[in-house]
Structures are given as structure tokens and as C-alpha cells.
């Protein structure tokens, strides 16, 4: 078998309005698919990460490393990997090592294509079944504690057993305010997670660690700059609310210096930028011999069947149409929550399938 073509998309659309987190506003959202075609007519789809916002970048790399792959055996992963990486030309993180993920992973659908198995049972298949927690709690014009409480209210009946809110966007007091009112309103049942985005220095996530430690939190989501594992190492000695981080972070090398760092207690790898399903397994088997657990970052459809695959799949991460008024229309079929879990599908590859019909107009290359 042989790759004939390469083929990239991206995809923008505007939110419902304007979400923003500790230090980031997002007015829209994005996907952005690459395509791998072969001579038997099998093609693998990938989802690169956040190219939606750099398309003319996103689209050149692509066409630069598809010189690499025409002709190449698409089942050979590891090989184009390895020559795809190359640190001197294209750089050891950003936008290439996304790119470098959404060909990856469309590498391995096609994989899964052909060995006719969902990639679950393909990478391990541990289970088929994952926690799931429905990430929100953003700041938005108009929502007040009111507000936040109904959409964590509104998860709960959707089946979420797990929530995250962001924090770091307002005084840490008022922070905490927000997660008294989320922990009242889901009950103290439902695991709730922060997520400040990298929003503080270190002492100030101590000194919300502290303050928010008695609302029994599940963990604390980068709390600092990402490149701050000193200080990140601070905060786990300083709090008993464990810390979570790693969707910043970039192929298995910065993985290592983060768990060498001692500086965080989950690993949150996303596959659409960390390097794709490649990196991802070394990651988490990484993170397996020094006994740490995966709780992936982004994409529901795709990390599914990563944390499905590995004995220290955590939990699965999971958006609602609050945060992307596309939700349940991206793709033909939509994962769905089912008393705090989402099965992972049992179709060939990802076993997803591009809904084109809602997406044509928001076509951006
Ligand atoms: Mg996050």
C-alpha cells in the first residue's frame, strides 16, 4: 500500500459568544483535518490541533511534509515519525509538531482501517468504557454564580458524574466564591476540577490551593506557565489538591522533564498536539512506569479510544454544545454520556466521519 495524496481542511465558526478563560478569550472555534489517501482506496483521517487560527501556516507545513509521505507505505507510523521530526528544520514544538499530529493520527485511522478494528483494541485495548467529565465553567458577559451553577446543574443531568470550571480570570477571592457555589450546586458526589490556564505564579495558585482546598477538589489544571516546573513542583508540595498539566506540553521529551520535575501529579497529553497517537504511547507508557495516570486534554472523539487503550486512562474530557454551538453536528455520529461514561465506538479507525453538510460554510482552505 502506498500514500498518492495528502489533503488538509480547516474549518472556523464563531461560538455562541465570546468564552474566555484565566488569561485567553476564544471567540470561535475550529477543526482542522488532515486526509491521507492511498492507491486502495482507503483514507485515514487526523485532526491537527488549533490550526484553525494560522491556517496559511498549518496548510504550507503540511504540504512540506507530505513530500515526505507520498510513495511511503502509510502503515510504517514510526518511520515517518522519525523523519518528520526533524528538530534543526522544523522545530521541536508548535504549530509543526501539531501538524506532524494531525498526520499521525490520520496514520493510524487508516491503520485501523485496514486491520478493520477500532483503534482501542488496536493500541491495548484495556476497556471500552471511560469516566468522562464535561469541561465548561468559563467567564462569559451575563453569567454570574447564578449562571454557573445551571451549566454545572445542566451536566449533572446530562450524565456527567465530573465537571471543571476555569479560574484565574477574577480576583482569587471571587475564584473562590465561584467554586463554592459550583461544589453547592453538583452536590458532594460529583468530582469538580479547576483549570486556571496557566493564569498565576506560583505563589498565588498556593495561596487558591489553600483557599479552595476544603471544596474537595479533584485536581488543580495548570496553574502556571507551562515551562514552570519548579515552581509547578512548589505548588504539589504545598497543597493536597493534586495538579494536573501537560496540554502545553510537546512530545515525549517534555513529558519526561515534567514527571522528572516531580512537578505534577496527572498527565493531560492531547494527541493533536503533542505529536499524535505515536507520541501519545509513549507518553503514557512513560507515565505508566513512574505509577501516573492519563487524563488526556481536548478532542472527546479521539482521545477516547487513547484512554480506552491504556491501563492509566483516567478520564476522558468531554465538551458540550455550552462551549461549541457545532457540538453533535462535527461528525455523523456524536459521542454521548452515559451515567458518567462514553463508550468508545466500535467501528474501524476512529470511526468517525465527517458531517460536510454543516460544515461546508465554514470552509476557511
Ligand atoms: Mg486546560
Known amino acids: 500500500m502506498k500514500i498518492t495524496d495528502v489533503k488538509t481542511e480547516v474549518f472556523r465558526w464563531p461560538r455562541h459568544k465570546p468564552i474566555r478563560n484565566g488569561l485567553y478569550t476564544y471567540t ?7 486526509s491521507i489517501e492511498t492507491d486502495e482506496g482507503i483514507t485515514g483521517i487526523g ?6 487560527d494560522a491556517p496559511d501556516v498549518g496548510v504550507a507545513i503540511v504540504n512540506h511534509f507530505k513530500q515526505v509521505l507520498i510513495g511511503r507505505d502509510p502503515l510504517d507510523n514510526e518511520r515517518h515519525w522519525h523523519e518528520m521530526w526533524r528538530p534543526k528544520l522544523v522545530g521541536r514544538r508548535g504549530i509543526t509538531t501539531r501538524v506532524i499530529s494531525g498526520i499521525d493520527i490520520a496514520l493510524w485511522d487508516l491503520k485501523g482501517k485496514v486491520a478493520k478494528l477500532p483503534l482501542y483494541k488496536l493500541l491495548g485495548g484495556f476497556t471500552n468504557r471511560v469516566d468522562t467529565y464535561i469541561a465548561g465553567g468559563y467567564y462569559e458577559e451575563g453569567k454570574g454564580l447564578k449562571e454557573l451553577a445551571q451549566e454545572m446543574e445542566r451536566n449533572v443531568e446530562l450524565g456527567a458524574r465530573a465537571v471543571k470550571m476555569k479560574v484565574g480570570g477574577v480576583p482569587i477571592n471571587e475564584d473562590i466564591e465561584r467554586v463554592r457555589v459550583v461544589r453547592e450546586s453538583v452536590g458532594p458526589d460529583v468530582k469538580v476540577m479547576v483549570d486556571a490556564n496557566n493564569a498565576y505564579r ?12 476544603k471544596y474537595d477538589l479533584f485536581w ?7 515551562d514552570d516546573y519548579a515552581g509547578q513542583a512548589a505548588i504539589t508540595h504545598a497543597t493536597s489538591v493534586p495538579i494536573a498539566a501537560g496540554e502545553n506540553e510537546y512530545t515525549r521529551y517534555g513529558f519526561r522533564d515534567m514527571i522528572n520535575a516531580r512537578a505534577v501529579d496527572i498527565l493531560q497529553p492531547d494527541a493533536l498536539i503533542l505529536g499524535g497517537i505515536t507520541e501519545f504511547m509513549k507518553v503514557a507508557a512513560l507515565a505508566q512506569a513512574n505509577d501516573l495516570d492519563i487524563a488526556p486534554h481536548g478532542n472527546q ?6 484512554v480506552a487503550a491504556i491501563s492509566n486512562g483516567l478520564i476522558l474530557e468531554y465538551y458540550r454544545d455550552s462551549v461549541d454551538p457545532m457540538h453533535g453536528k462535527i461528525y455523523t455520529e456524536t459521542l454521548r454520556i452515559k451515567d458518567g461514561y462514553v463508550y468508545a465506538p466500535d467501528r474501524p479507525g476512529l470511526g468517525i466521519e465527517l458531517n460536510y453538510d454543516a460544515l461546508k460554510k465554514y470552509r476557511v482552505s
Open 47 to 52: 485532526l491537527a490541533g488549533g490550526i484553525q
Open 220 to 226: 488543580f489544571e495548570e496553574p502556571v506557565e507551562p
Open 301 to 306: 472523539e479521539i482521545h477516547i479510544h487513547l
Open 28 to 34: 470561535h472555534s475550529g477543526l482542522n483535518v488532515v
Open 202 to 213: 506560583h505563589y498565588e495558585a498556593i495561596e487558591f490551593a489553600r483557599k479552595a482546598e
